[in-house]
Nanobody, 125 residues
C-alpha cells in the first residue's frame, strides 16, 4: 500500500479551472501508474484519467477529454490533474490511486490498489 494525499480541491464557478495534486509517499514514482477518479453524490465512482509510470502515456475518459490534463513530477513524487472549463457536473470528490505498472495506459488504466482520501471539487455559481 502506498499512502496518497490529494489537495487542490475547492469551489469554482462554471468555466473556471482547478489543479489537483496527488502526493505519493514513495521513494520514487518510477513504474507507478497514477489514476484520478471521482464520485459524485449518489453516483458510482468513475475514472477520469491515468498516467503510466513507465512511458508517460496517458488516458482520458470521454467525459473530460480536451478539458483535463494529467501530468507527473517524479522528482517531487507528485501527479497533477489540471481541469479547465469546469462544469457543474464535474462536482465530485476526486481521488487519486496508484499501482505498480510496467506498460502503457493508452488503451485504458490498470487496476489500482492504493487510494487517497479524496478532495472535494464543487462547480457552482
Amino acid at each position: 500500500q502506498v499512502q496518497l494525499v490529494e489537495s487542490g480541491g475547492g469551489l469554482v464557478q462554471p468555466g473556471g479551472s482547478l489543479r489537483l495534486s496527488c502526493a505519493a509517499a514513495v521513494s520514487t514514482l518510477d513504474y507507478y501508474a497514477i489514476g484520478w477518479f471521482r464520485q459524485a453524490p449518489g453516483k458510482e465512482r468513475e475514472g477520469v484519467s491515468c498516467i503510466s509510470g513507465s512511458d508517460d502515456s496517458t488516458y482520458y475518459e470521454d467525459s473530460v477529454k480536451g478539458r483535463v490534463t494529467i501530468s507527473r513530477d517524479n522528482a517531487k513524487n507528485n501527479v497533477y490533474l489540471q481541469m479547465n472549463s469546469l462544469k457543474p457536473e464535474d462536482t465530485a470528490v476526486y481521488y487519486c490511486a496508484t499501482e505498480q505498472h510496467f506498460g502503457t495506459v493508452v488503451f485504458g488504466c490498470p487496476v489500482f490498489g492504493s487510494w487517497g482520501q479524496g478532495t472535494q471539487v464543487t462547480v457552482s455559481s
